[in-house]
């Protein structure tokens, strides 16, 4: 009888532990997402993963825009983003983002529009979302600056966003993918030459010869 009552109390136990640590995972991804999910190239991976959120992620266009001219961004300006998912029937959402190369190096830098729904995950590598900023009705956008470097060249964002069914519970979620990519505006990094200085020549052929 002994027996059988501390097996049942190491029963209880277990089960208790269990949903907390169910209750902190839940909690964990509530306030914001474990970094390196975005779904790039560098990253890897993506929040649709075991642990995380269980399924396939599903890639969709145009969950990311950016008031970038059609010529490219110049380093001297600042950049608004946005990330926007459309999902009727939802009213819990997540995401992450994160400008990359193709080796998954960070470019440029973000900076914070609104503390209250978004916040930063590694040395402002990777923007995501807030406790506060999980909740809207059926679409949720959120907004962050984005200033480039020069000589940086092509940049892309990749974002990975969650549609979430709220039950604490990493089955039935969707999970979105999105990427866009930026080009440099050439006039961004200029060859200045000093017009009399004595190191820099140049010869000149003619490629045209009389026949």
């Known amino acids: 009888m002994k027996k059988k009552k501390l097996f049942f109390a190491f029963i209880i136990i277990l089960i208790i532990l269990s949903s907390l640590g169910i209750a902190d995972l839940s909690f964990a991804k509530s306030a914001g ?32 825009s950016i008031n970038v001219p059609e010529e490219g961004y110049l380093s001297s300006e600042m950049y608004t983003v946005s990330v926007t998912i459309d999902a009727p029937g939802v009213s819990k959402f997540g995401f992450q983002a994160s400008p990359q190369d193709i080796q998954g190096n960070m470019l440029g830098k973000m900076s914070l529009m609104n503390t209250g729904e978004t916040q930063f995950e590694i040395d402002d590598e990777y923007i995501t979302h807030t406790l506060s900023g999980t909740s809207g009705s059926d679409t949720k956008t959120w907004t962050f600056n984005w200033t480039p470097g020069s000589s940086t060249g092509d940049v892309t964002f990749y974002v990975a966003v969650n549609a979430s069914n709220h039950d604490d519970d990493a089955d039935g979620d969707n999970i979105f993918l999105s990427s866009v990519t930026f080009s440099e505006n050439p006039e961004n990094t200029p060859l200045q030459i000093g017009e009399n200085d004595p190191q ?5 052929n003619n490629p045209v010869k009389d026949i």
């Open 33 to 64: 997402v474990t970094s390196g999910s975005t779904g790039s190239i560098g990253d890897g991976q993506s929040c649709a993963r075991e642990g995380c959120h269980n399924g396939s992620a599903i890639y969709t266009e145009n969950l990311i």
């Open 200 to 204: 820099i020549s140049f010869t000149m």
